[in-house]
């Protein structure tokens, strides 16, 4: 047993309005830029990081929703202030005595306002799979969770136990707001025994109680400075209080200081200077009953604290460098084995990881996360890397979306498509993992479908076609997965619907006795038909004779023997497309030799109907038009 969130409420607080997610053991938070991820993040951090109240200025205007932390009867006020004065000089008597009724009431109720009127950044976590220790610790405040219900008991029955049936668990609540009285942003963080409760009723989330649940959290650090040093409240501070190193080391350096400073009283210029400056300070000192006697320097009280600041860690290798000055891939790992060896020698924990990947190179993403997903109880992961997001299980990978109200859900992946999941675990895992990261995918049959579909965006990036710009796929975040069957195509449909992607299912001409035909058109997303029966038809009908006579001569990476030049030039246009045909069979697994042929084109040669498929595919992911089943001829 181990203690997880199991449930995470939070409203007000930055880009969140409102959201309430429901995690797994090992999550992975999906969505655009600026939707809330980070946001979710930051919120855990609140409200469980034991040392988040040793930073000045825990929250801020800009942490609240549309930086609104004033009374709505104020910032109204506000408003009707910066109204136009026009407005108020009326010729119409009855108006203007409505609109100076109507100010007398918002003056009065401004009047009337007290603290609780003040909008509340509020974050409520509750955590469970307590184990029999942990009980002990927080017995004064656990609640009853229903894991079938997603529920908190707040009450029971007379005679009836509420914890019967239910799991123990405890509600952690992170509390922010603006106090008029002294201008600034307070918080809170406490135990809600029951809802309704108010904070000043509740018992406090102490650091001791924050130490034990464990939370930590790696950030998307740029200049990755901070966490290494010595100051409290970072990372090897942590470390050193899990491992009950205490800190003689700084009593032993102020000693070493002062000795240090010591040999300064011998140097003779030094020394004539120093008493040439005591005897100009006297002149200024002769009202004082007493006079110095010498001056000197020493260490101050406050240098403790500047050791903490000043004190860099050292990498020795063939040269002596601080890890300041390292490269950023090994100062990202430097910060992760800190996190890695708390986690270790706790032997618990619960680990929220922003953007991991950031400076790594993909084997070493692997085993970082490897690495933390065996020594967490839970994790919390943001990423834009394919090679991170194919080591989560995928019942906790979901996304993050948010509308314009400011409420955020998330949406984890349904693990009921088996035969999806199988497909996305065994040959399609990194290219699965990219599409998820993206804003929406093309399912295609066969990799040649899927070289061809992403050569012909290239080709248009910055094209004009249909009376409209064109733009590379990959630019507009729309990944090609090949399924290997039609089959293939309609379950990760499915799959990639259901996390919330925009899905496109390309598909050579189906007749309406094949199997797949039923299931296409009533799928939950669009299905797109070529009138050729595959790419090889549609390559050889549809591309100019001379690329595909320099094809059959020339082909670089070819699989199968070509044909001499001079035999092509004989060729009339129908044996051409034949053996082009034939050639672009064989050769269905050849990807170099198929991005060969794709160089050879530009926007004049590439077929329509490529061109077409292209702007309809951008046209629907971009949102511009929502497209339904259909077919393209060219």
Not at 79 to 92: E, I, L, Q, V
Not at 184 to 213: N, P, S, V, W, Y
Not at 515 to 538: D, H, M, R
Request: aromatic share 8%; hydrophobic share 40%; with cysteine.
């Amino acid at each position: 047993m181990a203690m997880r969130i199991v449930r995470i409420k939070i409203q007000n607080f930055r880009c969140i309005r409102e959201a309430e997610i429901f995690p797994s053991t090992h999550n992975v938070l999906l969505g655009p830029n600026n939707v809330g991820k980070t946001a979710v993040l930051e919120a855990i951090n609140l409200a469980l990081n034991p040392e988040i109240f040793a930073r000045p200025g825990v929250i801020d205007e800009n942490d609240f929703f549309n930086r609104l932390y004033l009374p709505s009867v104020v910032n109204e006020d506000e408003s009707a202030n910066n109204a136009d004065p026009a407005d108020a000089n009326s010729d119409n008597p009855e108006q203007s005595e409505a609109s100076q009724a109507t100010a007398d009431e918002e003056e009065a109720n401004k009047k009337n306002v007290t603290s609780e009127d003040f909008p509340i950044i509020r974050i409520e976590l509750v955590l469970a799979g307590l184990s029999s220790e942990d009980e002990d610790i927080f017995r004064e405040n656990l609640v009853p969770w229903k894991s079938d219900e997603r529920i908190v008991i707040e009450s029971a029955e007379e005679g009836i136990d509420p914890f019967d049936g239910a799991e123990t668990a405890i509600r952690v609540v992170f509390e922010g707001w603006y106090d008029p009285e002294e201008d600034t942003f307070d918080c809170k963080t406490f135990f809600l025994r029951a809802e309704g409760m108010h904070r000043d009723e509740c018992q406090a989330l102490t650091k001791t109680h924050k130490r034990h649940i464990g939370f930590l959290i790696y950030r998307d650090f740029r200049a990755l400075t901070r966490p290494i040093t010595l100051n409290p409240s970072q990372l090897f501070s942590r470390l050193m209080y899990s491992q009950e190193v205490k800190p003689k080391h700084f009593e032993r350096a102020l000693s070493t200081l002062k000795d240090a400073l010591h040999p300064m009283t011998h140097d003779a210029d030094f020394m004539s200077l120093l008493n040439s400056y005591k005897a100009e300070l006297e002149r200024f000192l002769v009202l004082s009953e007493s006079q110095p006697s010498s001056l000197c320097f020493q260490v101050t009280d406050g240098t403790r604290d500047n050791i903490e600041s000043v004190a860099q860690m050292y990498l020795r290798d063939s040269a002596e460098l601080p890890i300041q000055k390292s490269g950023a891939g090994t100062r990202s790992l430097a910060i992760l084995a800190i996190l890695t060896l708390i986690m270790r020698r706790r032997g618990r924990g619960i680990l929220a990881l922003e953007e991991p990947e950031t400076f790594l190179f993909p084997h070493a993403q692997r085993r970082v996360i490897d690495e933390c997903l065996a020594l967490a109880d839970q994790t919390f992961i943001t990423t834009h890397s394919p090679y991170v997001l194919e080591r989560i299980p995928v019942e906790g990978v979901g996304r993050i979306e948010r509308d314009e109200s400011g409420i955020v859900k998330w949406s984890p992946i349904s693990t009921d498509t088996v035969k999806a999941i199988n497909l996305y675990s065994k040959r399609l895992k990194q290219s699965c993992c990219e599409a998820l990261l993206g804003r929406g995918v093309v399912i295609v049959e066969g990799d040649s479908d899927k070289w061809w579909l992403l050569g012909a965006s290239r080709i248009l990036n910055g094209k004009e076609w249909n009376g409209r710009q064109q733009e590379a796929l990959e630019l507009l975040g729309v990944s090609v997965v090949s399924a290997d069957t039609n089959g293939g195509i309609l379950r990760l449909g499915n799959f990639f619907n259901a996390a919330g992607l925009r899905v496109i299912g390309l598909f050579d001409n189906l007749s309406e006795d094949n199997p797949i035909w039923g299931s296409a058109l009533n799928a939950p997303y669009p299905c797109v038909f070529l009138k050729e029966t595959g790419l090889e038809q549609l390559l050889s009908n549809r591309l100019p004779i001379c690329i595909l006579r320099e094809m059959l001569s020339s082909a670089q990476y070819a699989k199968t023997q070509l044909i001499e030049k001079t035999v092509v030039e004989s060729m009339d246009e129908a044996d051409v497309r034949k053996h082009a045909f034939e050639m672009l069979r064989a050769n269905k697994g050849s990807a170099a030799m198929h991005e060969w042929v794709i160089s050879l084109l530009d926007e004049n040669t590439l077929p329509n109907v490529l061109k077409d498929l292209v702007d309809l595919v951008s046209q629907h992911m971009a949102g511009r038009v929502r497209i339904g089943m259909c077919s393209l001829a060219g």
